[in-house]
């Protein structure tokens, strides 16, 4: 099992050096976004470091002369700096994974903060089919085929404030398992990778710039985090080995839209309404794949307006404020639960908003927010939040 990691690893690094080479005979985007300006984890960069960063390379190329479209090639990489907590009040049982709304007094629930910075890259293969019926240009259908991998660690507080080490407990000392935390495993230092085909379906017609449609548009992608696909690269520890499908469908209806004499948009008004649906099968779950109360399958269906503001001064410059209606079902058994016996199900509600504030494609100023006013197994805490990013991008 180890020499497969070590085998994998290095044909990623060769993967890697290979795309790098290309990078630099192409066109690539850089983009940041600081997603925090107050503080960060313990004022790390005293608030004003850039807590994410992000770089995205695209390219085209015909794989057949008998395709109508170009394949696109995308590579996505990032990395983000954050700080995770695990409440003892809402914790699960790290040697069963019982979740703490099955059971008030689970034994041995964790608590505590520590410091995670992490890495991504995602490489992804697009091939357009056929021709959306509805605009009667574009492709009907795009299948992709991609490969992500990520490398996170996990670490002692950066300012631990006299508080007591997090991986002090003999749980975490090297080499025992975690069950329910599969990504606190041995020595904490985490790489995940999974394969993903997706294919994204169109039968809708633009009604206006900047993202305004009649018609509708629908999804399928499965995603599969074997075992072998380096995720056990640490002797007798697999941090990864699920399995998940989902699909999607989202209907849209321009109410009304005014357009300057240049054609660019004034201002629209736009419906839209969306359903999701997926199930996640398999033994061992990584972090960055856990369900919201760690349930296996969840249903969503939300409902939208968007109202899109004028383009100025270029065609990327242009403001737009989306409200929204969400409702998420979330169900069956739990993720990380070694003994499979615990099933549940939780209703959540809430309302959101967005404003997004597009300049030359450079700058990209959002603001989120939202009251969470049904929260399933939290229902005796609805709450306000709310949240802000810069983000700066450059294309070369």
């Known amino acids: 099992m180890e020499k497969k990691g070590e085998r994998f690893l290095a044909l990623v690094i060769v993967l890697m050096l290979t795309v790098t080479g290309s990078v630099f005979a192409d066109s690539f985007t850089l983009s940041t976004v600081i997603n925090g300006v107050s503080g960060g984890p313990d004022g790390f960069g005293m608030g004003l470091f850039p807590l994410g960063t992000s770089y995205e390379y695209n390219t085209s190329f015909p794989l057949s002369d008998a395709f109508i479209y170009?394949?696109?090639?995308?590579?996505?990489?990032?990395?983000?700096?954050?700080?995770?907590?695990?409440?003892?009040?809402s914790g699960y049982d790290w040697k069963t994974?019982?979740?703490?709304?099955?059971?008030e007094n689970p034994e041995n629930k964790l608590s505590g903060r520590y410091f995670r910075p992490a890495a991504t890259m995602y490489?992804?293969?697009?091939?357009?089919?056929?021709v959306n019926p509805v605009q009667e240009s574009g492709s009907m259908m795009d299948l992709s085929i991609g490969l992500y991998t990520r490398y996170a660690v996990a670490r002692e507080r950066l300012n631990l404030g006299g508080g007591v080490p997090f991986f002090e407990n003999e749980?975490?000392?090297?080499?025992?398992?975690?069950?329910?935390?599969?990504?606190l495993y041995g020595s904490r230092n985490l790489w995940n990778s999974n394969l993903v085909l997706s294919s994204s379906w169109y039968f809708r017609r633009t009604t206006a710039p900047a993202g305004n449609y009649d018609g509708m548009s629908?999804?399928?992608?499965?995603?599969?985090?074997?075992w072998w696909l380096g995720n056990s690269v640490s002797p007798d520890t697999v941090t990864s080995?699920?399995?998940k499908a989902s699909g999607s469908a989202t209907e849209y209806l321009t109410i009304f839209a005014v357009i300057q004499d240049n054609g660019w948009n004034w201002l629209t008004l736009m419906l839209s309404h969306s359903n999701s649906l997926g199930y996640t099968f398999g033994d061992v779950i990584p972090e960055h794949k856990i369900q919201t109360d760690r349930l296996r399958g969840y249903?969503?269906?939300?409902?939208?307006?968007r109202f899109t503001g004028p383009q100025f001064l270029a065609g990327d410059c242009y403001p737009y404020f989306e409200i929204r209606l969400n409702n998420n079902c979330y169900f069956g058994r739990v993720q990380n639960d070694i003994t499979g016996n615990i099933k549940g199900w939780e209703f959540r509600s809430s309302i959101s908003g967005e404003f997004h504030l597009r300049l030359f494609g450079f700058i990209h100023v959002n603001y989120t927010f939202g009251y969470d006013f049904m929260k399933g197994f939290d229902s005796a805490s609805p709450n306000w939040w709310q949240s802000a990013q810069l983000g700066f991008y450059v294309s070369l």
């Open 70 to 89: 170009d394949a696109d090639l995308e590579i996505e990489s990032s990395f983000s700096i954050s700080e995770i907590s695990l409440s003892e009040s």
């Open 97 to 103: 994974g019982e979740p703490w709304w099955n059971n």
């Open 123 to 130: 490489f992804r293969l697009t091939q357009g089919f056929g």
């Open 171 to 183: 749980v975490f000392t090297q080499g025992h398992d975690i069950p329910a935390y599969p990504w």
């Open 218 to 226: 629908c999804a399928l992608s499965v995603e599969w985090g074997p």
């Open 241 to 243: 080995d699920y399995f």
């Open 299 to 305: 249903f969503t269906d939300t409902l939208a307006f």
